[in-house]
């Protein structure tokens, strides 16, 4: 079983920049896929960026460039860089891992004001 852990959320200003951090209990090298994706009110959740175990990104197309995952095997986390920030980031951001079935943390909430 897979537990993640998320903090890093917060109010910022458009432009501004948040990193999220994602606790993961277990080795991550157990884990096939792992990454973010956001929830914003009244739409979909939807995929931010992921990894795979060798390694390989996956960014949304909206990204652009914006956002960076990370992960520190060491410390068994995973990081979201997220630079300029649009009010339309604004969302609840989830870690998710998958190891068999999905994981997912509780969220955290990411505010960005115009």
């Known amino acids: 079983q897979v537990q993640l852990v998320e903090s890093g959320g917060g109010l910022v200003q458009a432009g501004g920049s948040l990193r999220l951090s994602c606790a993961a209990s277990g080795s991550m090298f157990r884990i096939d896929i792992m990454g973010w994706y956001r929830e914003a009110p009244g739409k979909q959740r939807e995929l931010v960026a992921t990894?795979?175990?060798?390694?390989?990104?996956r960014y949304a197309d909206w990204v652009k460039g914006r956002f960076t995952i990370s992960r520190d095997n060491a410390k068994n986390t995973v990081y979201l860089q997220m630079n300029s920030l649009k009010p339309e980031d604004t969302a609840v951001y989830y870690c998710n891992a998958l190891y068999g079935i999905d994981y997912w943390g509780k969220g955290t909430l990411v505010t960005v004001s115009s």
């Open positions: 990894f795979d175990r060798s390694g390989r990104t």
